[in-house]
């Protein structure tokens, strides 16, 4: 078992977006997945109960009252959703626990400016293990100023970006489908998927 947790302190930052569909990836894979949901309002596993049985399968279940940490041990993946917020003693243990931690981030100055601490903080329980943290920059254009301004506030922090994933209604769409851009029909969520590969390259370190 290998296990990803998607985490940042502010709300709206794409944290259900990321995890539900590395999840459908792993699915699609042919590999056995189980999706974590620690936070209270569990969208991820209400994105779950929209999903066709007829689409590779994702299990879950609810973790945010897990008073120890308790990963199943017998899926290929676990993907963990964490909530806004996230921090103290039981963050620490959840770092500690995972192979991979991805910290989506939205390049504007408020969500930044709620991300600094975070990172700092993370930076720092895993001081040694600094190729377990990446970043996803979410709903920007690598191109643009905005994509130039994550880059410089990163830079300190010495943390990758190992993805840009563009602004598009198609996320939206598969999610209130309980659906991913991994799913069939593929072709239709070519460049999304393609915007992946990178991410998905260095899971599988």
């Known amino acids: 078992m290998r296990a990803v947790m998607v985490a940042n302190p502010k709300g709206g930052a794409g944290k259900t977006t990321l995890a539900t569909n590395l999840a459908g990836y792993f699915a699609n894979q042919e590999l056995s997945v189980s999706l974590c949901d620690l936070d209270r309002q569990q969208s991820s596993l209400r994105w779950m109960a929209f999903r066709d049985p007829g689409l590779p399968s994702v299990t879950g279940y609810f973790g945010g009252n897990q008073m120890l940490i308790n990963l199943p041990q017998e899926p290929d993946w676990v993907v963990l959703d964490a909530p806004a917020g996230f921090q103290g003693y039981k963050l620490n ?65 010495d943390i990758p970006i190992l993805a840009y994933l563009r602004n598009t209604q198609n996320y939206v769409n598969v999610a209130a489908a309980g659906q991913t851009i991994f799913d069939p029909p593929r072709s239709k969520f070519k460049r999304d998927a393609e915007q992946w590969a990178s991410l998905l390259e260095w899971l599988k370190d």
């Open 93 to 157: 243990d959840y770092l500690r626990a995972v192979d991979r931690v991805i910290i989506p981030v939205v390049p504007s100055i408020f969500d930044m400016a709620a991300t600094e601490d975070f990172l700092n903080a993370v930076r720092q329980d895993l001081r040694g293990r600094a190729a377990k943290i990446g970043i996803v920059a979410m709903r920007v254009d690598p191109r643009t100023r905005a994509a130039a301004m994550l880059e410089e506030f990163l830079r300190h922090f």
